[in-house]
């Protein structure tokens, strides 16, 4: 008896510690998880905090603080040029090429992860290859066909090469997802007489979503962040989108800076909103394919 209460005496310290040391190793990562989110964040709390401010209190503020005479006059001068035909162009412009690279990518991931046979092989590895062109290495071929064509200046002239150069990396995280739903599945709905269509309306599309708005996601911030199209494929004023236009407005209101923040924070509202909804199919999306 006097052996065994030793032992359990023994014992209960060691397990009093082991507690404490893993509720100090889950506190490191998070406590640098809070340091790199205030990191991350403070640029936009930044850019909000200096919109607010008058120009005259631009010099004379401390960055970091509040405005002490918060305003919303520069977002009203940002309104007044043109800021909204330059929102209105960029969302017909990211609309319409998301649209396209989804519709087109969901297609090829089902006939590359579903249809085995060389064909699909050959057409997977010419998706793979698109990955390795750099953009700006195409951009004269890209000029000299939409010339070609006829389009030059017009939103459509961005909407072509977008579609072009988001399609690969698209395919590639729809392949890896569904590539993970079970065969089972699969395989009795075309025993129940399904086709093909069937099955990518009624089973792909459902457990494909985290992919699909993962994909969204990053194709949006793409084209809405896109600014080498715009520069070299458009001209006219009334077919600018925001990071042309921004770009302009720099130079514009060069000494206006709560102004210019203003516009980029408006233009970034959108993404931001996207991600913060977003977010758990974004992490779920990149993750798929890890599982196996």
Known sequence: ?????????????????????SRLWEAIPAFFG??????????????????LRPQTDFFTDVPWL???????????????????????????VTVISVLLIIAVSLLAAYAISRIR?????????LFLLGLAIPLQATIIPIYALITQMHLYDTLFALILPSVAFGIPLSV???????RDIPNELHESML?????????????VLPLSRPALI???????????????????????????????????FQGQFTTNVPAILAAVFLSATPIILLYIFGRRQLLSGLMAGFSK
């Open 117 to 125: 046979n060389r064909f699909t092989r050959a057409l997977f590895n």
């Open 172 to 178: 590639l995280v729809l392949v890896t997802y569904i």
């Open 1 to 21: 008896m006097q052996i065994h209460t030793t032992a359990v005496e023994t014992a209960q310290p060691v397990e009093q510690r082991l507690p404490r040391w």
């Open 214 to 248: 993962t994909v969204i996601i990053y194709e949006t911030i793409q084209i809405w962040n896109g600014f080498l199209f715009p520069l070299v494929l458009t001209q006219s004023p009334s077919v600018r989108v925001l990071p042309l236009a921004l770009w302009n």
């Open 34 to 51: 809070l340091i790199w989110l205030v990191i991350a964040f403070f640029p936009i709390l930044y850019m909000f905090m200096t919109s």
């Open 191 to 203: 025993l129940d007489g399904a086709g093909h269509f069937r099955i990518l309306r009624s089973l």
């Open 66 to 92: 509040p405005p002490t005479h918060p305003t919303l006059a520069n977002y009203g001068t940002a309104l007044q040029n043109d800021f909204g035909l330059y929102f209105a162009n960029s969302v017909f």
